[in-house]
């Protein structure tokens, strides 16, 4: 695979969480390949809404050929982002397990590297 890696999806979960370190929280937003598992992205901001979505999704599209895929989100601005960028997508709250999954993850593992 290259470095950093490229994909070519299918289907991508597309959400965002927010993430407190300490005293200071952020809105991550993370995109992963349902097929494959491979994590496609995540970035941190200070807010949550349309635009850093649109800015997140944006900067994906640069690295991945997203032609041919179906976005699954669960709203919170991700549809007009989607718009946007001319992607395809639906709101889905039920086949987003993987996404879910991964942030429960990324919870756990914050929350025991503070408390070692």
Do not use: C
């Amino acid at each position: 695979m290259p470095d950093p890696p490229t994909a070519k999806p299918s289907r991508v979960d597309v959400d965002e969480a927010a993430v407190k370190i300490g005293t200071v929280q952020r809105w991550l937003s993370a995109a992963i390949d349902v097929e494959t598992k491979l994590l496609l992205g995540a970035v941190g901001s200070e807010r949550r809404g349309t635009d850093p979505a649109a800015e997140f999704l944006g900067r994906l599209a640069e690295k991945h050929d997203f032609s041919e895929t179906t976005f699954l989100v669960d709203g919170m601005g991700y549809l007009t982002a989607l718009a946007r960028y001319d992607l395809r997508g639906h709101l889905d709250y039920v086949e987003r397990n993987l996404i879910e999954k991964w942030f429960q993850t990324l919870a756990m593992r914050i929350d025991r590297f503070h408390q070692t």
